[in-house]
T-cell receptor, first 110, second 114 residues
């Protein structure tokens, strides 16, 4: 089945700095790439997504880039704040189900 | 609150017992998904429904697991003869088939099998 590699597994940044998480995949049929944020004891929350016909998308402090040729996509968080601390998951879909990466635990230090 | 809801939020059971979880999707969503998440891992797909039809099942969904969505609204996931390896967070998500599969998740049901 589809495999998604996510790096790093943990990321510690100083408040105000940027955080970047990268995912790589193998199935070229994948055409939808969402990112989820999961806080302790809660379900994953969709924060941004990108489709295969777009290379970059931005929403306030969050941006996602997609390189379909190289089969990788990345999440960029700028001006990090303590409330950005959470586990972030990349995912992808070629059909109706999502395949998730292993997650990145982000800690923003005040 | 118009998001996805799940009940119960926590369930502790003894090995060999049967358990049933419920999911209520966002009201206008016709697709409903079940995922399982173990500690430190990303969610793994189990099955999904479009309206009342179960259209896909993962090989993770053994014959002890059954899911239903009888009227195309809420769904139930039943696990029979629970095993310790079934301990996990069971997540439900819903989406509208007219979109690019934007799935919105509920808070999950955490199952502990003793």
């Amino acid at each position: 089945g589809e495999n998604v590699e996510q790096h790093p597994s943990t990321l510690s940044v100083q408040e105000g700095d940027s955080a970047v998480i990268k995912c790589t995949y193998s199935d070229s049929a994948s055409n939808y790439f969402p990112w989820y944020k999961q806080e302790l004891g809660k379900g994953p929350q969709l924060i941004i997504d990108i489709r295969s016909n777009v290379g970059e998308k931005k929403d306030q402090r969050i941006a996602v880039t997609l390189n379909k040729t190289a089969k990788h996509f990345s999440l960029h968080i700028t001006e990090t704040q303590p409330e950005d601390s959470a586990v972030y998951f990349c995912a992808l879909a070629a059909g109706n189900k999502l395949t998730f990466g292993g997650g990145t635990r982000v800690l923003v230090k005040p | 609150d118009t998001g996805v809801s799940q009940d119960p939020r926590h369930k502790i059971t003894k090995r060999g017992q049967n358990v049933t979880f419920r999911c209520d999707p966002i009201s206008e969503h016709n697709r409903l998904y079940w995922y399982r998440q173990t500690l430190g891992q990303g969610p793994e797909f189990l099955t999904y429904f479009q309206n009342e039809a179960q259209l896909e099942k993962s090989r993770l969904l053994s014959d002890r697991f059954s899911a239903e969505r009888p009227k195309g609204s809420f769904s139930t996931l039943e696990i029979q003869r629970t095993e310790q390896g079934d301990s996990a967070m069971y997540l439900c998500a819903s989406s509208f088939s007219g979109t690019y599969n934007e799935q919105f998740f509920g808070p999950g049901t955490r199952l502990t099998v003793l």
